[in-house]
């Protein structure tokens, strides 16, 4: 590319990404210019618009824009694909609020799992999640927050996070819907538990999980984990067990 032109196009690229910090390039009408700064800041605002609805209308217009343009300012995305941008707002975002990283996060998390196309790994769909070594879907992610980000929005912003966290379990179900629900203590260590495995059986899972509960010979214990290995097969978190 001519050093020249590659000049321009490097002025005029800087110019509407951060306009109060680069002047306007010589030769370009102001006019034409505005157009090129608002269809470009516009289509980017929409678009995170749409992914983060609860932080556009907690943060309110003015800061939500603020904080749009501060992103497109100082970030420089990794990726030319619309789907990826919203990862990289999350992982750019300042913590403050404090709660609004945690927040960006969980929203994400929706979009995330309606375009993924990941795949179980290989797993006999009959096997005992009990006696073999149990899978957890791909589409099927236990998540932990300080904060309670379920609740924030406009009329819920907290100036702390409370003692005990946020535990939610976030999946696709057959018909391609994403769903949230909440979990236990006890479920969301069962399903971290069972996401790290590579050889232990749920029986074995369980006992570990008695035992970091303080409850290894508890029968009641031992019973109610299997139950819930259980519900988590016929849910489909668990696809089946490793062959």
């Known amino acids: 590319m001519d050093d020249t032109l590659r000049e321009q196009q490097m002025a005029f690229a800087a110019h509407v990404r951060d306009p109060k910090a680069h002047p306007a390039p010589a030769g370009v009408e102001e006019r034409r210019l505005a157009v090129y700064r608002d269809v470009f800041f516009n289509g980017l605002q929409g678009?995170?618009?749409?992914?983060?609805?609860?932080?556009?209308?907690?943060?309110?217009?003015?800061?939500?824009?603020?904080?749009?343009?501060?992103?497109?300012?100082?970030?420089?995305?990794?990726?030319?694909?619309?789907?990826?941008?919203?990862?990289?707002?999350?992982?750019?975002?300042?913590?403050?609020?404090?709660?609004?990283?945690?927040?960006?996060h969980y929203e994400w998390v929706e979009l995330a799992l309606q375009i993924s196309d990941a795949e179980a790994p290989p797993h006999d769909p009959t096997g005992?999640?009990?006696?073999?070594?149990?899978?957890?879907?791909?589409?099927?992610?236990?998540?932990?927050?300080?904060?309670?980000?379920?609740?924030?929005?406009?009329?819920?912003?907290?100036?702390?996070?409370p003692d005990a966290p946020t535990l939610l379990l976030v999946r696709r179900d057959r018909t391609g819907d994403v769903q949230f629900s909440a979990l236990t203590p006890l479920a969301y260590r069962l399903l971290e538990l069972i996401r790290a495995n590579t050889n232990a059986t749920?029986?074995?899972?369980?006992?570990?999980?008695?035992?970091?509960?303080?409850?290894?010979?508890?029968?009641?214990?031992?019973?109610?984990?299997?139950?819930?290995?259980?519900?988590?097969?016929?849910?489909?978190?668990?696809?089946?067990?490793?062959?």
């Open 47 to 104: 678009l995170l618009a749409g992914n983060f609805p609860v932080i556009h209308a907690t943060l309110g217009e003015g800061a939500w824009r603020a904080l749009v343009r501060r992103f497109y300012a100082e970030h420089r995305c990794t990726t030319p694909l619309f789907t990826e941008i919203a990862k990289e707002f999350v992982d750019w975002l300042p913590a403050s609020p404090a709660w609004l990283p945690e927040l960006a």
């Open 128 to 161: 005992d999640v009990l006696t073999g070594i149990p899978v957890l879907s791909p589409l099927a992610w236990p998540l932990a927050y300080a904060w309670p980000v379920h609740r924030i929005g406009p009329d819920f912003q907290p100036d702390a996070p």
């Open 202 to 243: 749920g029986a074995a899972l369980l006992q570990a999980l008695a035992i970091e509960a303080g409850q290894p010979n508890d029968p009641a214990f031992l019973a109610a984990g299997t139950a819930m290995l259980a519900r988590f097969r016929d849910e489909s978190l668990l696809p089946g067990t490793r062959p």
